[in-house]
């Protein structure tokens, strides 16, 4: 197994010591939270009792190959604990997430979660978020105004495509990736680009980390809000 895949492998693990018998669990999404999913799939075979709430469909397909019981964000309003990855997380655990796709339904079972657990290989760290372009969904009705609108905060929106046409979420909207390189105040950003019509949900996650596991060659780092 290559370096990175190792280290996504060890963070992943690892989150799975946080979940307990009876817990209703939020399933992230992408390739570090699939580790937790998988090691996840071997304890529930072992006899662990839990209830996955999946953040997409690939989560859910997967889940369900690996025996895991899933419920509905509806049937279970409140989430025990959720663990995801993100594209890049800060000192004051801030993310950039939605490189997946997934960010609508990942931060709506964040923000259902009494606590979020985040997955990371040490690439995933900066001082200062915005290496990785934001990936903001909007629907597609005026996608190329909500585009132009976008630009005049100081990013350069790209239209996310996959396979020649233009990607389409498990919610049928489309992603905007938007390179701002620097984002010094996350928290004002997001304010900035809610406020535009047509901007379904925005992958910057406030707040809402509690913990970061983060899989390094040393062995694993995690990080908490004190
Ligand atoms: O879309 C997301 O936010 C996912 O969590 C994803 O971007 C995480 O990245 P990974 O595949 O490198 O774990």
């Known amino acids: 197994m290559e370096l990175r895949e190792e280290l996504k492998r060890k963070a992943g693990e690892k989150a799975v010591e946080y979940i307990k018998d009876g817990m209703v669990v939020g399933l992230g999404t992408g390739s570090t939270v699939k580790y937790t999913i998988l090691k996840l799939g071997e304890l529930v075979k072992d006899g662990l009792n839990i209830?996955?709430?999946?953040?997409?469909?690939a989560t859910e397909k997967l889940a369900k190959e690996r025996g895991i019981k899933l419920g509905s964000i509806d049937d279970y309003q409140v989430i025990d604990l959720t663990i995801?990855?993100?594209?890049?997380?800060?000192?004051?655990l801030n993310l950039i997430k939605g490189g997946g796709g997934a960010l609508l339904r990942e931060k709506i079972i964040a923000h259902a979660s009494k606590?979020?657990?985040?997955?990371?290989?040490?690439?995933?760290?900066?001082?200062?978020?915005?290496d990785f372009p934001l990936p903001i969904e909007i629907v597609k009705f005026g996608y190329k105004r909500t585009m132009n609108v976008l630009s005049t905060l100081g990013c350069k929106p790209q239209l996310r495509v996959r396979n020649g046409k233009a990607y389409i979420t498990d919610n049928g909207n489309y992603i905007v990736d938007?390179?701002?390189?620097?984002?010094?105040?996350?928290?004002?950003?997001?304010?900035?680009?809610?406020?535009?019509?047509?901007?379904?949900?925005?992958?910057l996650f406030i707040n809402m980390a509690k913990e970061v596991i983060i899989g390094k060659k040393e062995g694993i780092e995690i990080m908490k809000i004190p």
């Open 51 to 57: 209830i996955g709430i999946p953040t997409s469909i």
């Open 115 to 130: 606590y979020e657990i985040i997955v990371v290989d040490e690439s995933k760290v900066k001082d200062i978020l915005g």
């Open 84 to 92: 995801d990855g993100a594209d890049e997380v800060d000192k004051n």
């Open 178 to 203: 938007c390179k701002f390189d620097k984002i010094e105040n996350p928290a004002e950003l997001e304010r900035k680009i809610d406020e535009i019509p047509g901007v379904v949900e925005i992958g």
